[in-house]
């Protein structure tokens, strides 16, 4: 029987993000991923391209959730030192690997490069680790299985996260998923303030178990205020995470209108892992 | 004489940027902002909307950062609790603080709206805090001062963060801002794996103090390869932090071209706080 709730860590790598220039739209790609899956996201962390910073949080990663997915810092410069990091945090020794070995040299070989330093290092992954290939790019990714934790790290460019992710982690990680359906639905409210639905969200979200509820601000609280509410379901089918859905939304667009609101259809996205 | 290395925590509250219901760009924006004050951004940390993570991590940040700046949890609903994880995590009481309290009431009367429960609730600040007003919505910020570490709590909704950012926190960092200008500049490359150039940008990296080269692959590594490279560079003024991204780039942008590669222009942006 699988466990019902796991969680998970994603821990991205790069100053780049830190500092702005970047929008971390990985780590949100990955946290929809892996809560349709079932999984419950607990952290996002941000930390530099620096060896202490990354073994520091994998390190905790590794010591509080089920499955720690870090992105970015695999690729030939000098400041790519993900892996490094994972490995001294797992108490592991960095070793070329075979497999990445063949990946990086067969991607180079096809473009007719010779194998660098800067190059053979791409292969270089935690001892114990599975090579994740990248069908986009040329780091291999790295899934290092220590039986409580698995610590999965994907490259930063986003398409070959995505890519690497769909094709190779997301059947790794179905596997051991909580077999249950998540969907995530909402709907609009125009003209109550966010602090006068309050009570009626607290109400709301004790009516289901399993459920995460909560009331998004997109207008202002008192001159034509917009709120969005959505809902954060699972269940063992679909049909069942649906239905606690439906009910407390349609609990809180009851309240909404009797206390002067228009309120739009309700909208779903998410499938989850259940049969249904 | 200021410290010239000011690190700064920025922690996100918020099961919606966990699941990837939205993408958190209050952080990039946060961190661009720092950046160019002159401060390190050290941690971006994402956490749910739980009393226990977000004391945990606020804690972490009071005892290791000079800044910590929260976003998020600050409204009228349930699961808003920010300022009571801030107040555990710097061990004070959480009270009702009277500018928040006549900032929170005036707003509501500006609409015709009674003071309830829900709406008092955000003027229950951090014992010693200060009231940070909010000129675009209802919730006010706090600004807690703990000598080593000041703690400032902004709302999660972007306008109102931004707002309050610039007209209040803003003005209040830059008197303990480094004095430094901050700039980052770069080029594109074209027809240059990013494995190619690799030891080139490790070289680049040491020619100049206080500054952070980076390769931005845009495009495939073998098959048509576009990097970016960026510097991040801070000096006494504008023109020194600009003659420094210069040279580190330059002599980049020349190496490239030896390898066959086709080299665009030089951008910057970035102004820093030094007068220049």
């Known amino acids: 029987m699988a466990e019902e709730n796991i969680n998970a860590w994603i821990i991205t790598v790069g100053n780049e993000i830190l500092i702005g220039r970047i929008v971390n739209t990985n780590a949100a790609w990955l946290g929809e991923k892996l809560t ?100 986009v790019g040329a780091a291999p ?14 490259p930063g460019v986003p398409a070959e996260m995505k890519a690497m992710f769909e094709q190779y982690v997301e059947p790794r990680l179905s596997e051991i998923a909580p077999h249950k359906a998540v969907v995530d639905c909402g709907f609009i409210v125009k003209g109550v303030p966010e602090s006068g639905l309050a009570p009626w969200i607290k109400k709301a979200s004790r ?27 699972s269940g063992k089918s679909r049909e ?6 439906r009910r407390v939304l349609e609990y809180v667009a009851e309240k909404a209108r009797g206390l002067g609101g228009e309120t739009g259809e309700i909208n779903c996205k998410g499938e989850g892992q259940a049969n249904s």
């Open 36 to 135: 349709f899956l079932g999984f419950r996201v607990e952290r996002v962390i941000t930390v530099p391209d620096s060896l202490e910073d990354i073994e520091e949080e994998v390190g905790r990663g590794i010591a509080r959730a089920r499955i720690v997915i870090t992105t970015g810092g695999l690729g030939p410069t000098y400041d790519d030192m993900t892996l490094e990091g994972v490995a001294r945090a797992a108490g592991r020794r960095l070793v070329l690997n075979e497999k990445a070995y063949q990946m990086v040299k067969e991607f180079y070989a096809r473009a007719g490069y010779e194998l660098t330093k800067e190059r053979e290092k791409m292969a270089m992954l935690p001892e114990g680790a599975e090579a994740i290939p990248n069908p």
């Open 141 to 154: 990714g790295s899934l290092l299985d220590l039986g409580d934790t698995i610590v999965i790290s994907l």
């Open 207 to 233: 009516l289901e178990d399993s459920i995460y509820l909560k009331s998004h601000p997109k207008g202002h609280e008192t001159m034509g205020p917009v709120l969005e509410i959505r809902v954060l379901a």
């Open 240 to 245: 069942e995470a649906m239905a606690k859905a």
